[in-house]
């Protein structure tokens, strides 16, 4: 059984998520000087697997990081990047 929330990050650093439940999580993604934010509920096959795959960590796609380090991420996202609405 696993405890929520949950923090994982993509290999490559350019995104950050927080895993609610097994149906749903926030993504803060980044691109150049804009960061992006979005709340997933899973609907759909896909991103139910997508979840999944993150809590399982999918190879080495996605690493476990902490609360800390995901807030420490939020933060430099909103202080030193513009918004991007998706």
């Given at each position: 059984?696993q405890?929520?929330?949950?923090y994982r ?5 350019k ?6 439940s ?7 993604g980044t691109m150049g000087?804009?960061y992006?934010?979005?709340?997933i ?7 139910r697997v ?15 990081i902490?609360?800390?380090?995901f807030?420490e991420f ?13």
């Open positions: 059984m405890s929520f929330p949950q990050k993509l290999n490559n650093g995104s950050y998520y927080k895993i609610n097994t149906a749903d999580f926030i993504e803060i000087q804009y992006w934010e979005v709340a509920t899973a609907k759909i096959l896909p991103e997508m979840i999944e795959d993150m809590l399982n960590g999918m190879g080495e796609t996605y690493i476990a902490t609360a800390e380090e807030e939020l933060n430099i996202c909103t202080t030193q990047k513009q918004k991007k609405v998706v």
